[in-house]
């Protein structure tokens, strides 16, 4: 096995598209290192991104924040006002493993590991975030939601990288939150995920949602119909109601050893509604 | 935590009852201590075992020609390399093995009988040619259906995996073979007439799924073999005595010949008493002639190592209105796994134990599966049936409108009781655990939304067993104390304490270590809860051989008889007629005069250590549930138990709390997860959920003290106690909360929050 650290996002790109066997870009490891050890994998070419600037840097653009896809989950909360701009996205990240795994986890990592439970995910499709992909074929950039597509299975073409996320200027009274369900309290993968990003007009009513589920289909949802109804004219409870019938209804989960489709599915309501009480907290706040 | 026993506790003792600094303490927090994976020889290689993916098939032939002759491969074992041996049932810790079964158990021979059996293993120069030999071994399987769960094994036409095993227990002897291993029954009286005088009968099923002992440590060994059959194994283990008559025994080799030396264990709760890697890495260093280390993947550990049994339970408990019980009734279906040994036997002892009863009556059944063979895990049994025997009490105080304690004080075993499973119990702590539960602060403390209070007991027997102790007086006054159990939680800190309590010396005076096979005698293994009461015991008869001699010595000098010389405060003085003739010396000044007066002094005791006396324990758990989600999360618990004396208390507490998280994680969280295909799809600590620290709340502790007259410090054994209470405790805290009777383990919230929609239909949901 070659290990490879280049500088540069066009050294890497080379490299990865050079490679005729399997190849794989390594960011904290803490998905990679796992699967290598435990024989899920076993490629023959690691490129350890975390020597490039771009994927380690946390900048202000357009008045939001562009991220860098190697950037650790415990940088992210270091980081001045990010935390208070898109309290969601950072606590999501944070949510993942242990305080060890968070110094080294990177969102890039959790999005291109390509699990459907992957924590930073959903809140990362609420934000209405971008991801900023580099290939052989020069850069474009992709709504998160468009970049996994199943397990295991992302839109990236070979030799592409997820380079950074853009986290939007955020509109005025606008909240995210993020919760997931674990049957214990850290170290474990979400058995469902909600992540729910919301705009509230001056007298209070929400104008806009975004919505979005992991663990409970092939790949994290953002769901339409869900944001939709929180728009509507009734009162909170109601539309919290709704919001939990909406969710249930996008959810498409399979029974295995972290949950039954029941279980998950009502859950998912659960979530989304506490979610959605947080976010409604935060945007009258902010 | 709770300071019932005081740090300096009433002048009765010095050391004992204290909260010293334990001397494996810095090697532990500084990385120097070496733990079972630690250990390196040079020249040795890494040792690999390809492992059945089949739970259940026939071997039709192995093909490790390929594997042999990559380079770098040095040795390949398989069946061929281990002699079949008879069939014997011997004690392993407080569980039974048949030889017949361990060869088969470390290496396959005519059937794969779970996924992860060991097929073959090879020694090679580095993990990835060991890993690449493993790939080029050919098994030519016959796949045989498989059976995985309890009842299913029982029934008529189900897969056999033995074709010869008859149920042993029953009268006359089946005809035809079964998974049925074994027949057990326990009691006395008459329980249907105890049933007829019954005001209330309370009859429930209970399942519990098999847990895992989920020690830290992975097992780990290095074995060499020299070129004339010498042979060395440094390994992680409960008992390397066991480890060396186990593999002696399957190796055809002279137990002399064979030397071990347990390394610092990370863990082991009653799994580290068997053998797994020590006999293959023996037989690939001597094939080999190179020394060879194998060390388990954690994958390896959930899949090839023993777990505790699952279990099919039912019981059916008869009161009166008053809440006397007057009869209790069980029937247990253990699975063993593989083989032939669930601790059934031991779990229908104690189901009713903590209980004066007249009618009682427990049978059980040792029965076989295609899983792990299991393995001891503290409490072997214990745990399964006391948790349904508790429930059962508990949802009869419930019924009668009781209070649970006050219904346990009126059926508490007491001294002279006579036990379920047949004798009088001697100086027992139940009821004062029971009046400490009664008395304490969380008891009466209120309970906040969605929360609910439970309160169940536990008991366990404990062992004592072979054991040998050596305390040598070094020349400058020093000791150096010698053990052979190993250290799991804190032993070698309580030996020197009773030894420094019996000498009068100060403590930093005596370094303790475990010994190895070749140093002692023979040791059983520190299992049954038995380390510091039978070490204890033997350490306190080497300390008083030490007094002995140095008195004997002191009296040679002076030139007085040797019971005109008396042994006070880490000194001799001349007593009685002659008190006052010459000067005291301290033990310092024996042991510089010892080569002058006879030679080196030094106590050496052999003993098989009799009169353990069992612990009995009261727990309280305090539950909240999270009602839309059905998470349940343990907010308050008191574990209460008698020690008989607490020689350390806080490795005494240690212990309470070790197993009261592990019961919670039973409770909650833990359970093996099978396919259709019989293969275990949770082979890791992310999806085989023990509780993390934050899963856990501070786990108060209050040590009750009846001593136990038949050891010199009063101990009982504490370790195996705290695992029984909690599942129970916490069940009965879930009824409280919620109106349901949870009855299958684990509660986890997908259960908890179905059997709560549920109940709600139904109306009979609290919340
Ligand atoms: C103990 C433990 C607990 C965990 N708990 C959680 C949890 O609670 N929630 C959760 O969601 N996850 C959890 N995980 C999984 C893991 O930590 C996360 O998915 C993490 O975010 C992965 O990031 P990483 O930087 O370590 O990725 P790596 O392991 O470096 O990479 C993961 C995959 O993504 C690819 N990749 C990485 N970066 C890029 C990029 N920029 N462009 C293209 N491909 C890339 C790699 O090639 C690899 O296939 C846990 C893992 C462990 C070991």
């Keep these: 096995m070659r290990y490879e650290a280049p500088n540069t996002l066009d050294q890497a790109v080379a490299l990865l598209a050079a490679e005729l066997g399997e190849a794989r870009v390594l960011a904290g490891g803490t998905d990679l290192l796992v699967q290598m050890r435990t024989d899920v994998i076993d490629p023959v070419l690691l490129v350890d991104i975390k020597g490039i600037a771009e994927t380690r840097q946390i900048r202000e653009e357009a008045g939001g924040f562009r991220i860098g896809a190697a950037v650790t989950g415990a940088e992210l909360k270091e980081y001045p006002r990010l935390g208070s701009v898109w309290p969601g996205v950072v606590e999501a990240a944070n949510l993942i493993g242990s305080t060890q795994i968070q110094g080294r986890a990177t969102m890039g990592g959790n999005l291109c590991n390509g699990s459907p439970a992957a924590d930073s995910v959903p809140a990362l499709i609420a934000a209405g975030a971008r991801a900023s992909i580099v290939g052989p074929q020069g850069r474009r950039d992709v709504a998160v939601e468009d970049v996994m597509l199943a397990p295991r299975k992302l839109s990236l073409a070979k030799g592409e990288i997820v380079a950074s996320f853009l986290l939007p200027a955020k509109p005025p009274r606008t909240g995210d939150a993020y919760l997931r369900f674990i049957p214990r309290t850290e170290m474990d993968i979400a058995v469902v995920g909600c992540g729910i990003c919301l705009t509230l007009d001056a007298r209070g009513a929400c104008t806009a949602a975004r919505v979005s589920l992991g663990a409970v289909a092939e790949r994290p949802l953002l769901v339409a119909e869900a944001a939709r109804v929180l728009t509507g004219n009734e009162a909170l409870p109601v539309l919290l109601q709704k919001l939990d019938a909406a969710a249930r209804a996008a959810c498409r989960p399979i029974d295995d050893k972290r949950g039954t489709k029941d279980y998950r599915i009502k859950v998912a309501g659960v979530l989304a509604r506490r979610a959605a009480q947080i976010a409604y907290q935060r945007a009258r706040e902010s | 935590m709770q300071e019932k026993v005081k740090d300096a506790p009433s002048s009765q003792f010095k050391w004992v009852g204290t909260r010293a600094v334990r001397p494996d303490g810095v090697d532990k927090v500084t990385g120097r201590a070496r733990f079972g994976a630690d250990l390196a020889m040079p020249g040795q290689l890494v040792g690999k075992v390809l492992r059945s993916p089949h739970p259940h098939a026939r071997i039709r032939a192995i093909d490790v020609s390929a594997a042999a002759n990559l380079p770098g491969v040095k040795a390949v074992v398989t069946r061929d390399d281990f002699k079949d041996q008879p069939s014997e049932f011997i004690p392993a810790g407080e569980m039974m093995i048949n030889y017949r079964d361990v060869v088969r158990n470390v290496m396959a021979r005519e059937k794969a009988l779970y996924e992860g059996h060991p097929i073959a293993a090879v020694a090679a120069t580095s993990t990835s040619i060991a890993k690449q030999a493993l790939k080029l071994i050919k098994v030519d399987y016959e796949v045989l259906p498989h059976v995985i769960d309890v009842v299913d094994a029982m029934q008529p036409g189900a897969p056999l995996l033995h074709e010869d095993m008859i149920t042993a227990g029953v009268e006359p002897a089946p005809k035809t073979p079964s998974n049925v291993a074994k027949r057990v029954e326990f009691g006395h009286g008459d329980v249907a007439a105890g049933f007829a005088q019954a005001e209330i009968i309370v009859e429930r099923a209970f399942t519990t799924k098999p847990v895992h002992q989920g020690y830290i440590e992975p097992h780990a060994c290095v074995a060499s073999v020299s070129e004339d059959g010498q042979a060395d194994v440094w390994v992680t283990t409960q008992g390397h005595w066991i480890v060396r008559a186990h593999c002696a025994r399957l190796l055809g080799w002279d137990v002399g010949k064979v030397r071990v030396t347990a390394a610092e264990i990370g ?501």
């Design chain 2, 267 to 767: 863990g082991g709760f009653g799994g580290k008493t068997v053998v797994y890697l020590e006999p293959l890495a023996l037989a690939l260093s001597k094939k080999a002639r190179r020394p060879v280390k194998m060390v388990m993947t954690r994958e390896e550990v959930f899949r090839a190592s023993g777990p505790t049994s699952g279990a099919h339970v039912h019981v059916k408990i008869g009161a009166r209105k008053d809440g006397r019980i007057v009869a209790g009734e069980a029937e247990l279906k253990y699975q063993a796994g593989a083989f032939a040994g669930s601790p059934v036997q031991p779990g229908a002892m104690c189901a009713f134990a903590p209980y004066d009863l007249e009618n009682v009556k427990v049978v059980g059944y040792d029965v076989v599966t295609n899983r792990p063979k299991v393995a001891a895990y503290r409490a072997p049994g214990g745990p399964i049936s006391e948790f349904a025997v508790e429930s059962v009490i508990d949802e009869i105080a419930r019924k009668l409108g009781m209070d649970p304690i006050a219904l346990r004080l009126k059926n508490a075993a007491k001294q002279g009781t006579r036990a379920a499973y047949g004798p009088k119990f001697g100086p027992i702590g139940f009821v004062e655990t029971l009046e400490a539960a009664k008395a304490h602060a969380h008891w009466r403390t209120p309970l906040q939304k969605n929360q609910g209070r439970g309160v169940a007991s536990g008991f366990w027997f404990n062992i004592g067993g072979e054991t040998s102790v050596s305390l040598q007086l070094n020349e400058d006054g020093t000791l150096s104390l010698t053990a052979g159990t190993p250290d799991i939680g804190g032993l070698r800190a309580s030996l020197c304490m009773m030894a420094a309590e019996e000498l009068g010396v100060d403590l930093d005076r005596i370094r303790v270590q475990i010994g190895d096979t070749g140093q002692l005698g023979y040791n059983f293994l520190t299992g049954g809860s038995r380390a510091t009461f039978s070490s204890g015991m033997a350490t306190v008869e080497a300390a008083r051989e030490v007094i002995k001699e140095a008195c004997k010595r002191a009296a040679k000098l002076w030139e007085l008889p040797e019971d005109a010389v008396e042994y006070m405060s880490g000194g001799v003085r001349p007593a009685g007629a002659n008190a006052g003739k010459h000067a005291p010396m301290t033990l310092s000044d024996i042991a510089g005069i010892a080569g002058k007066t006879g030679g080196p002094i030094a106590g050496y005791a052999r003993i098989n250590a009799h009169g353990a006396a069992p612990s009995f324990a009261t727990h309280i758990a305090d539950v909240e549930i999270d009602p839309e989600t059905g998470k349940a999360t343990v907010v308050r618990y008191t574990a209460i138990q008698d020690a008989g004396r607490a020689i350390h208390p806080s490795y005494v507490e240690g212990q309470y709390q070790g197993g009261v998280a592990q019961g919670i994680g039973w409770a909650l969280n833990e359970e093996y997860i099978y396919g259709p295909d019989g293969r275990l799809q949770n082979p890791g600590f992310l999806d085989y959920r023990v509780p993390v620290a934050s899963d856990l709340p501070m786990i108060d502790t209050v040590i009750v003290e009846v001593p136990n007259p038949r050891h010199p410090y009063g101990v009982r054994g504490v370790g195996e106690t705290p695992i029984v209470p909690p599942m129970a405790a916490i069940a009965n805290a879930l009824a409280d909360a919620t109106g349901v009777r949870f009855t299958d383990l684990p509660m986890s919230p997908p259960k908890v929050l179905a059997a709560l929609d549920e109940a709600r239909a139904a109306g009979t949901a609290k919340m």
